[in-house]
């Protein structure tokens, strides 16, 4: 992938994660107000979240490799 798509690429993902965290927190205060709340699909979404953010490190760390001072 060139540096561009990479970069595009990052953008994406990270708008991905800012979505799935305000969904969790959605979903988390309709469980405070109602017992009906889907426990199962919030650790879904925390899990893809989880995954989004290593998705983003690995591609934040190609495009600023470590220098050695």
Do not use: G, Y
């Not at 979505?19 to 969790?24: P, S, V």
């Not at 919030?42 to 983003?56: E, G, P, V, W, Y």
């Amino acid at each position: 992938m060139t540096e561009q798509e990479l970069r595009k690429n990052l953008e994406l993902l990270k708008t991905e994660h800012r979505d799935l965290d305000a969904a969790i927190a959605a979903l988390t205060e309709a469980a405070r107000v109602s017992a009906s709340a889907d426990m199962l699909q919030i650790a879904r979404l925390k899990k893809r979240k989880l995954r989004l953010r290593d998705q983003i490190a690995i591609i934040e760390d190609t495009l600023l490799p470590d220098i050695i001072a």
